[in-house]
């Protein structure tokens, strides 16, 4: 590099602090783009919505008043469109397979316990059967079971056993609805995200037909739920960024040509006030540490992403110290708005093992304290059934870090990007003409329902992945950011434990963020508005044969989505893993 230094310096290796090249410079040739203050600094803190160009509209030939309308009405009419076609394909004939599938066996008759004894019971080996014989008809025991999971997944699906029946249809219609929902949030979640309805609904369009969300939908596991509260928390932590930023916007002065512009003393000072959606996503994330503990991951990467998003807000409103503005204005509050509401939505998860009794017939280790814990150092400052129930934490903590029972369809963390290991839940070889086989399919059928998302969106969701991390450290983009801190909050934790048992279906819990990196991705392959017409043709077409092919993906892999008997023959051909068998 030429020095610019002064004749007098004798360090001229060196060039000025002031004229000095910043690591920001440096990464220009990577793409790195450094922000400048341009205009209003009301449309930086909270940007507008894009709209379809005008020739658009003319192109297909509606009239103006029409596509005036159907512009105000999209953020809504679009989102709905995708939801119902998700739920449709989600409720289409949800009680088939006519069976108790994989984890099923627990969560179903658990959840079945829960929410007419307030506990898990143990029940009898052949329980399945008669519950299916029976349709549901069958009694509850009465001796508590040691469980490893939190209450709150259970409840919920036994709230629509409780709706439909103690059957298929009933165990899964919760898991279902929630699933249809989160296609919903998604869609709204990304068009905020993005500020374009067609980004948030290509986003939710895209979860739609993964088949991992598909298959978890239709069936009673605990993962579904946990999703739908983390998406519910993250999208309550969006609509609070954006009310925030509002209020900050509001508060600033404005010049003589009507524009905000950046202002210490107000940046630094202004108080955000009341704000209910941080006790919302509190709430959110108390449900999903309440359905599985891995929500604590979560908790904690969502609160972090929170207070960055306030630091972000007062350095763009012209903070000189935001960190020390948010540490004075925000954090305490944002403390107390999440962190305490999360973990009293977890506690009060717990009400039914709670209130069930102490003398040996109530939840399993709720007589702990008045049994074994009387002489406890803590006897005196804790009720009992606080110290039960820690002991019962202490249990189950020391379970699930020392589970290494080797499994069939146990997976590497490392894998479940590319959809290495799926999970068979249900699988029969049904004869010709028996259960739906086709008569002339020669020899036996397969019929089988396999946890695994759709191929070709998790592959294109490797990409855009690397994009996003890109996009996020080079261009500094928060959008990125943000998706990049749903993914990791869902996947990297279990990279801690990877001598355990576990499955690639516990990564549905990250999937609505690998579709908002997926929809981001393809975002930038159509273009900005600012294209070439050509360039935005060219960026269309490839980005609309992507989506079809991850559409086609799905239409092709609904048999073992659904548990639809086909020929063996026709089952290999879709077995295009040795590790998928």
Known sequence: MTSTASSTDTRQEQSPPAQR?????????????????????????????????GRLWKTLGVPPVTADRLVRW????????????????????????????????????????IVHRGFEVDWAKEANRLVLESGG??????????????????????????????DPFGWRFMTALLGTLSVLMLCRIGRRLFRSTFLGCLAGALMAVDGLHFVMSRTALLDGVLMFFVLAAFGCLLIDRDKARAKLAAALPVDADGRARPDAETAENTRIGFRPWRLAAGLMLGLAIG???????????????????????????????????????DLGWAFLTTVPVAVVTYFASWIGWILSATDGSGGYYRDWATRDGRRSDWSWLFPDWWRSLWHYENQVYDFHVGLSSPHTYESNPWSWIVAGRPVSYFYESPAPGVDGCPVDAGEKCAQEVLAI??????????????????????????????????????????????????????????????????????????????????????????AGVLTL?????????????????????DWRSRMWLDTWV
């Open 291 to 329: 359905t599985k503990w891995n929500g604590l991951y979560i908790t904690a990467a969502f609160c972090v992403m929170a207070v960055l998003w306030d630091v972000g807000a007062r350095r763009v409103a012209g903070a000189v110290r935001p960190r020390v503005a948010v540490l004075k204005r």
């Open 453 to 542: 998302g759709t191929p070709m969106l998790w592959w294109v969701g490797c990409l855009a992945l690397l994009y996003v991390l890109w996009r996020w450290f080079f261009r500094r983009d928060w959008r990125a950011g943000a998706i990049a801190c749903g993914i990791a909050a869902g996947y990297a934790p279990w990279f801690l434990y990877q001598e355990r048992t576990i499955f690639y279906f516990y990564a549905v819990v990250f999937l609505p963020f690998l579709c908002l990196a997926v929809a981001m991705l393809l975002g930038a392959i159509v273009g900005p508005p600012r294209s070439t017409d050509t360039r935005r043709v060219a960026g269309a077409t490839a």
């Open 74 to 113: 999209s953020g809504w009419n679009g989102p709905l469109l995708v939801t119902l076609v998700a739920g449709v394909l989600r409720f289409w004939n949800l009680g088939h397979p006519k069976a108790v599938i994989f984890d099923e066996t627990y969560y179903a008759k658990d959840a079945w316990a």
């Open 137 to 166: 008809d069958v009694p509850i025991p009465t001796d508590a079971a040691y469980v490893v999971h939190p209450p709150v997944g259970k409840y919920v699906i036994g709230l629509g056993e409780l709706m439909f029946g103690f």
């Open 21 to 53: 090249q910043t690591w920001q410079h440096r990464l220009r040739r990577f793409g790195h783009r450094t922000s400048a203050v341009r205009g209003d600094v009301r449309d930086r803190l909270v940007p507008p919505y894009t709209e379809p160009s």
């Open 549 to 569: 092919l991850i559409v086609w993906n799905f239409i092709y892999f609904w048999p073992i989505y659904t548990g639809t008997p086909i020929p063996i023959d």
